[in-house]
């Protein structure tokens, strides 16, 4: 299988399954036939430019029809899809143009061309996205057809009407995307954030399941706390991409939702997920049981096998490799286990619980954020000697960027509004901006001079 095979059989199969379209603009309702008609026309046009197999394509366009569209086209010539995140500034997107030498989707306004089905394999590269972490500029997470689909796949696909919030530009966007093609699921999608507009839709539309942040959800909660939706209709929630405190699945519950957490990243997208069935408890404070033939082993920093450690993982979802080999070089062990850089353990029946991060990366709302990128802005700010880059727990967001700093003059001063002006200069995503800023007189360091970050996430 390859996505162009299961984009066109997902057509044939589901093609007059609606599908609709959320923005600020309005609604727009289609079909699923009617969108894999529009792109096979647009894949068309595009191999008359000459964009084929291997080809990296850029699409930076919103949760709308047209970037539906565009990268189900992209797909279907066979070409490798580069969406980009939205909230990404003019130093990230210059980084990933010339990194992935990709071409930007061009505009085919009076489109032209006859659509030929391309021959690629499963093990073709059918992915390039881009995701900040350890690094200072974002890592390009390289997918097949094989990986995508396996996700894609994973899961047994239950029947209703579903919720898509998760911003394109991100796995997680895409995977939404496909599974709608692939599985024919009746679907909502929202164009951006906006909580009052999503209880709206779940109530307007009866929609019976979604999957999000933990911002996401309790976004959707405060709308129904305050009188603004009912959310009777809505069953279940799946919530990852940042830390998920317990406190919003407790409070998902009293609200007639069975929400449970999952966890995976760009390079592994779905390690283990939980289920509505689960017990609260279980729903509540683990991260789910290992799901669709993936392995994970948990261990020290000399490879053996501990009860607490770091998870390394392998299966069927696992990403072809970085961009960057150097990057490859690191982050895989022998045999093809992946080192994801964070740290848990398994219950005696099986549930894996997330208790750390060896990566030393901020999580908010769902974006991954580099402490050491967020540091190294701090520091070409003129009033600043020395920076550290935290992440404090947020019941929203999960993590919200908290610098500490060390000025450079004694009886200098420095405050958010300066650094949020110093940020947007740089050209940076805002989310990347401390929200929280300490001035110390100096850095918890140890004897040798290394930076113990642990201190600074006590206070």
């Given at each position: 299988?390859?996505?162009?095979?299961?984009?066109?059989?997902?057509?044939?199969?589901?093609?007059?399954?609606?599908?609709?379209?959320?923005?600020?603009?309005?609604?727009?309702?289609?079909?699923?036939?009617?969108?894999?008609?529009?792109?096979?026309?647009?894949?068309?046009?595009?191999?008359?430019?000459?964009?084929?197999?291997?080809?990296?394509?850029?699409?930076?366009?919103?949760?709308?029809?047209?970037?539906?569209?565009?990268?189900?086209?992209?797909?279907?010539?066979?070409?490798?899809?580069?969406?980009?995140?939205?909230?990404?500034?003019?130093?990230?997107?210059?980084?990933?143009?010339?990194?992935?030498?990709?071409?930007?989707?061009?505009?085919?306004?009076?489109l032209s061309g006859q659509y030929v089905r391309p021959d690629v394999g499963d093990t073709d590269q059918a992915l390039l996205v881009?995701?900040?972490?350890?690094?200072?500029?974002?890592?390009?997470?390289?997918?097949?057809?094989?990986?995508?689909?396996?996700?894609?796949?994973?899961?047994?696909?239950?029947?209703?009407?579903?919720?898509?919030?998760?911003?394109?530009?991100?796995?997680?966007?895409?995977?939404?995307?496909?599974?709608?093609?692939?599985?024919?699921?009746?679907?909502?999608?929202?164009?951006?954030?906006?909580?009052?507009?999503?209880?709206?839709?779940?109530?307007?539309?009866?929609?019976?399941?979604?999957?999000?942040?933990?911002?996401?959800?309790?976004?959707?909660?405060?709308?129904?706390?305050?009188?603004?939706?009912?959310?009777?209709?809505?069953?279940?929630?799946?919530?990852?991409?940042?830390?998920?405190?317990?406190?919003?699945?407790?409070?998902?519950?009293?609200?007639?939702?069975?929400?449970?957490?999952?966890?995976?990243?760009?390079?592994?997208?779905?390690?283990?997920?939980?289920?509505?069935?689960?017990?609260?408890?279980?729903?509540?404070?683990?991260?789910?049981?290992?799901?669709?033939?993936?392995?994970?082993?948990?261990?020290?920093?000399?490879?053996?096998?501990?009860?607490?450690?770091?998870?390394?993982?392998?299966?069927?979802?696992?990403?072809?490799?970085?961009?960057?080999?150097?990057?490859?070089?690191?982050?895989?062990?022998?045999?093809?286990?992946?080192?994801?850089?964070?740290?848990?353990?398994?219950?005696?029946?099986?549930?894996?619980?997330?208790?750390?991060?060896?990566?030393?990366?901020?999580?908010?709302?769902?974006?991954?954020?580099?402490?050491?990128?967020?540091?190294?802005?701090?520091?070409?700010?003129?009033?600043?000697?020395?920076?550290?880059?935290?992440?404090?727990?947020?019941?929203?967001?999960?993590?919200?960027?908290?610098?500490?700093?060390?000025?450079?003059?004694v009886d200098g001063s420095l405050d958010l509004d300066e650094i949020g002006r110093h940020f947007a200069e740089v050209g940076?995503?805002?989310?990347?901006?401390?929200?929280?800023?300490?001035?110390?007189?100096?850095?918890?360091?140890?004897?040798?001079?290394?930076?113990?970050?642990?201190?600074?996430?006590?206070?």
């Amino acid at each position: 299988m390859t996505l162009l095979s299961e984009i066109i059989r997902g057509a044939a199969e589901h093609g007059s399954v609606p599908v609709v379209f959320a923005s600020a603009d309005g609604l727009m309702t289609t079909t699923i036939g009617r969108l894999v008609g529009d792109a096979e026309r647009a894949a068309g046009a595009l191999q008359g430019l000459g964009i084929g197999p291997g080809d990296v394509v850029a699409v930076r366009l919103p949760n709308t029809y047209e970037g539906a569209v565009a990268q189900t086209a992209v797909a279907l010539c066979g070409a490798v899809l580069l969406p980009i995140v939205r909230i990404y500034g003019p130093r990230e997107v210059d980084f990933i143009m010339r990194q992935s030498g990709a071409v930007p989707f061009p505009d085919l306004t009076g489109l032209s061309g006859q659509y030929v089905r391309p021959d690629v394999g499963d093990t073709d590269q059918a992915l390039l996205v881009y995701t900040s972490g350890t690094t200072a500029d974002p890592k390009g997470v390289r997918h097949s057809h094989r990986s995508l689909l396996a996700e894609v796949h994973s899961r047994p696909v239950e029947p209703g009407r579903h919720l898509a919030l998760f911003p394109s530009g991100h796995v997680a966007g895409l995977l939404g995307l496909l599974r709608i093609l692939v599985h024919g699921v009746e679907t909502v999608v929202l164009d951006a954030w906006r909580s009052a507009r999503a209880a709206q839709l779940i109530d307007e539309y009866a929609l019976t399941s979604g999957v999000g942040a933990p911002v996401h959800l309790a976004g959707l909660l405060d709308e129904r706390d305050r009188g603004a939706a009912t959310l009777t209709t809505l069953r279940e929630f799946m919530v990852g991409a940042a830390g998920v405190p317990p406190a919003i699945i407790d409070r998902a519950d009293r609200a007639g939702i069975a929400a449970y957490r999952a966890y995976g990243s760009s390079e592994h997208p779905t390690i283990s997920s939980g289920t509505p069935d689960d017990p609260l408890v279980k729903r509540a404070t683990t991260d789910g049981r290992v799901i669709g033939g993936n392995e994970i082993r948990i261990i020290d920093d000399d490879g053996a096998d501990v009860p607490e450690g770091e998870i390394i993982t392998r299966g069927p979802e696992l990403f072809l490799g970085y961009t960057d080999p150097a990057l490859d070089a690191e982050s895989f062990l022998p045999d093809g286990w992946f080192r994801t850089g964070d740290i848990g353990r398994l219950d005696d029946d099986g549930f894996l619980t997330i208790t750390d991060r060896k990566k030393d990366i901020i999580v908010r709302g769902g974006e991954n954020i580099s402490s050491k990128e967020v540091e190294d802005i701090l520091a070409l700010h003129p009033a600043v000697a020395e920076a550290a880059a935290v992440g404090v727990p947020d019941d929203r967001y999960g993590e919200r960027v908290c610098a500490f700093v060390v000025l450079r003059e004694v009886d200098g001063s420095l405050d958010l509004d300066e650094i949020g002006r110093h940020f947007a200069e740089v050209g940076v995503a805002r989310q990347k901006t401390p929200e929280r800023l300490v001035v110390v007189d100096t850095l918890p360091r140890t004897a040798a001079g290394k930076l113990q970050k642990h201190r600074l996430r006590l206070n």
